[in-house]
């Protein structure tokens, strides 16, 4: 149940603050007042997009905050994403900012609108005229009897099944072609995968191919600089070679190393660098006595990365990619080449998940036939407590073998508002105030099951009037007495009954417009509905029938 609702700076609210209760709530105003901003703030709350748009001119950001009492399924949700909940109490916080950076905290904890759409669902059912338009949109009625079969589980058992199918389908459909066209890709698979062996490929060569021709390519000035490393370092014969040099130092320090602990690290430390530079030198002069420039090596060489080059602009970008090609194609080679086998063994997979499938969809379909019975008979009654006593109300079943994303079945919803006309599809209804006691109806059964606490009717009651109004207002009250109405109406007949009356209204200070939102006392009440009544201007006679209306509505 939602018990509080705060908005700042959405649009063209600066403040509003409103208590909640149970029973049915109505919320009324001018045309214009800012009715859609309060729908536009709870979808907010529920994990709709925040539009930078929403943002009060003027401000950084706009807030929307909301307390409810939440049911056992949202708590379950919250705890397992380590969100503490104390005493059922829930409360909700969405900020956007101008600059259209969006945050929503649950009880204090920042978190993901995926979490905030998964538990909205259970919080809050919004209806309004869009909801119609489903109803006259037949691909849609699957959607409201499974919602009432409550086949969730049955419907992901099937698609489950059915993705199995189409995966199959598919190996099957890429195996079988025809043959001038099988041999053509067995000839092209043959030849990549005799061009690829040939080349014997390893994994790094072409690094290592790289570094031997970089020292091919530059054998000369390698040993230039090699010899005079190594003659500077060990066998100088102009000049004293730096082991020469410490050779003597060595030698010189080893008759006074005794004398002092110093002169000893001194000597070790020489000792130690001249066996390490003569190993270095050694080093330098083995690897100068491997490079040799031989042109033909470099030929191979260049032929070899050319080889590579050619095969990665065909089959990859590196030789790992190359290889990884190449079992692929051998893969598919051997497929096409038994394809004929491992199409029957596919195909024989295949009828046993059609088996399957068929089970599924028909366990659906029964499902379904059951359910709309029972529905059947519901929608029926409960039209007829909506004023269209003489309606008749079906649900129409073909299942004809296809197998569809949801099943087997195409679902029509069909109806006949008076006496000998024949059933016929809703989009035939040609009057609006007709499919929205339909749509109330349908949406009355299925809140018995949904579990959620709050329904918001957004002037679901559009095109009704007179007794057809009164039913409608009887009905919501019906709901009410086990989850809380809220409506944003135009109907006097639904006003005067409600439980809870509050006043939309838009006012301006000459230069910003700012709605604002009370609570209604009794006074309060007589004069707005006088007002709706009237539909504009408060006079005597409107505030009499007013006055009565809420009477009369004390006393049902």
Known sequence: MLNQLSVRNVAVIDKLDINLHDGVSVLT??????????????????????????????????VVQ?????????????EEND???EDGTVIITRQVTKEGKSVARINGMVVT?????????????????????????????????DAYADNEEYIN????????????????????????????????????????KKASLEKGEEDDLREQRDIYTNAEQITKSVNEAYMNLYEGDEIQSAYDGISIAVNEISQISDLNPQLKSIYDTLNEIMYSLEDTAHEIKEFGETVEFDEQTLNEIEERLDLISRLKRKYGNSIEEILEYLKTAESELNDIKLSDERTNELKEELESIMKELKEKGNILTQRRENAAKVLEENIEKSLHELNMEKSKFKVNIENDGTFYDNGMDKVEF?????????????????????????????KSILAD?????????????TG?????????????????????????????????????????????????ASTTLKELDEEGRELELARIIDGGEVTELALSHAKQMLENAKNN
């Open 414 to 442: 069909l109806i006949s508002t008076n006496p000998g006309e024949p059933l016929k599809p809703l989009v035939k209804i040609a009057s609006g105030g007709e499919l929205s006691r339909v749509m109330l109806a349908i």
């Open 464 to 512: 009704v009037s007179g007794k057809a109004a009164m039913s409608i207002a009887k009905k919501l009250a019906v709901i009410a007495k086990n989850k809380q109405v809220i409506c944003i109406t135009h109907l006097p007949q639904l006003t005067a009954m409600a439980d809870n009356h509050y006043l939309i209204q838009k006012n301006t200070d000459g230069e910003m």
């Open 113 to 145: 609108l995926n979490i905030l759409r998964e538990i909205s669902d259970r919080l809050i059912n919004i209806h309004g005229q869009h909801d119609n338009q489903a109803l006259l949109t037949p691909i849609r009625h699957i959607t409201f009897l």
């Open 83 to 85: 969100i503490d909940v």
């Open 449 to 461: 099951s949904d579990g959620v606490d709050t329904m918001i009717f957004d002037e679901i009651d």
């Open 66 to 78: 909301a307390v409810f009492d939440a049911p056992k399924s949202v708590i379950n949700i919250l």
């Open 157 to 196: 058992q099937y698609k489950d099944i059915l993705s199995k199918k189409r995966e199959i389908e598919k190996k099957i459909s890429s195996l079988e072609m025809d043959e001038q066209e099988k041999m053509q890709r067995i000839d092209l698979l043959e030849y990549q995968v005799k061009e690829i």
């Open 29 to 62: 105003g001018e045309t214009g007042a800012g009715k859609s901003i309060i729908i536009d703030s709870i979808n907010m709350i529920l994990g709709d997009r925040a539009n930078k748009e929403l943002v009060r001119y003027g401000t950084d950001k706009a």
